[in-house]
């Protein structure tokens, strides 16, 4: 329970992070709603541990709706909206027993292309030779800095235009 | 059928049937005759003059400062509309959307084989099932009769852009300042063109952290090149790049 725990904390964190980048980057027009959906207690208290990092608002206007999970202690269940990430979308549900988060379930994690398991997309040194030997005898086209129309005479953009490849 | 014209200061090869070379200058010259700072009598040119407020320019024009100024705030400021002396300048942008409104109309004409490299920008058709990858090469800075490596677009990635000073030199407003650029080349491939030319300028013009902030927020591959020729490559492009 104790690693159940741990790991419920570690994945809202994650969470957590996503969607305030996500708020905070992106214009995919998405906002984080946290929504109750069950309620034994009177006021929900717990709902600034999930919405807090985002938009407020919306949480105090969904019914509740859900079966309570436990009738001795003052238990919610919040649900965030589905958040689209460039690896692919993300639902995170969280559970909030007297105050502190008892546990998280990913409801969508992404499978994108299985990109969702590639960590870091920065760019890291690459070898020289490693670059070098990647060539091609039928490449078509030549990416490079903008040209001026003399410096394009002397390009092998203008090699290949001629060869009329 | 390869052709190639000039435009925007620069050359564009395009390969595609001869039939629809004609639709893909028009909308070169179109866009060049509205947003050439180098013709007095362009759109751009009367609102930098200061004879025509932004606000009553065509809506073209209009759209096009506003997605140069939504790339701005995408890219705190990395990427910017504007000259330091005030001047809206959309260079930045305007090659890059010709080349993405020049395969939108062979696409929407019919047109499933084809490539536009303006002037080291490429775009090319989505493959689709039956069409072979495009294998397109990167620029050496060091040396324009060179290219370093062959990288291969397939899938959803159609579209490489290149910035840097080795054809022009510091060409890019980098805010104000003096100490060189960190990278002389940097190479963005991307899903569409005007992503992968904007973030290759933003980077060029802020350096390391800004190519970090790219490559941790856009779904893109990048490649770089710095003063002493090393080199910085994605995952994606090491993956990319031809055997």
Known sequence: MRT????GSILASIGVLVVGWQAGTTVLGTTTVATPSSSTGGATTGGSTTG???T???SSTSSPAATPTSAASQTATYTGTEVNTRFGSVQVQVTVTDGTISDVTALKLTDHDGKSVQISNRAAPVLREEVLAAQSASVSNVSGATYTTQAYLTSVQSALDQAGL | ???TFESMGTVVSLEAPAVSHPL?????ETAEARFSLFRPDSE?????????????AGSQLRDTY????LWRERTDGAFTPNRPDGVIDLNGIVKAEAVEAAGAALTAAGWHHWSINAGGDILVADAGHDGAPHLIALADPADASATLCAITLAGPRRAVATSGSAQRGDHIWRGGSRTPAAFVQVSVVADDIVTADVL????????RDTLDAVCDRWDVDVFTVDRDGAMLATPGLRAALAA
Do not use: D
Not at chain 2, 44 to 56: D, H, K, M, N, Q
Not at chain 2, 66 to 69: D, F, G, P
């Open chain 1, 4 to 7: 159940r725990t741990l790991l």
């Open chain 2, 44 to 56: 751009l040119s009367r609102v930098a003059a200061g004879e025509l407020p932004l606000t009553r």
């Open chain 2, 200 to 207: 290759a300028t933003a980077i060029v013009a802020s350096g």
């Open chain 2, 66 to 69: 506003a997605r140069a100024v």
């Open chain 1, 52 to 54: 807090g990092s985002t």
């Open chain 1, 56 to 58: 407020s608002g919306g």
């Open chain 2, 24 to 28: 893909v200058r028009r909308v070169f």
């Open chain 2, 1 to 3: 059928m390869r052709t």
